[in-house]
């Protein structure tokens, strides 16, 4: 069940401004350092590096000058 969770936590840290806090409770957990925990378990990485990493993927790299 955690997995799943996760799972949906991933794809709003990715999609959504919302804060981690919120994202927790929204995905069905009832303790933020247990999400935490099951996060950077699961992923390898806490909630607020996964977010940042998903942002530098969703910025365009800048154009080289000639």
Avoid: H, W
């Avoid at 927790?24 to 909630?47: D, I, S, W």
Wanted: proline share 5%.
């Amino acid at each position: 069940m955690n997995r799943v969770r996760i799972g949906q936590a991933c794809g709003m840290l990715y999609a959504t401004d919302d804060q981690v806090t919120v994202i927790c409770y929204q995905v069905g957990f009832q303790n933020l350092a247990n999400f935490n925990r099951q996060f950077l378990k699961m992923k390898g990485m806490t909630p607020t590096a996964y977010r940042e990493m998903a942002q530098r993927d969703l910025t365009p790299a800048p154009e080289a000058s000639s």
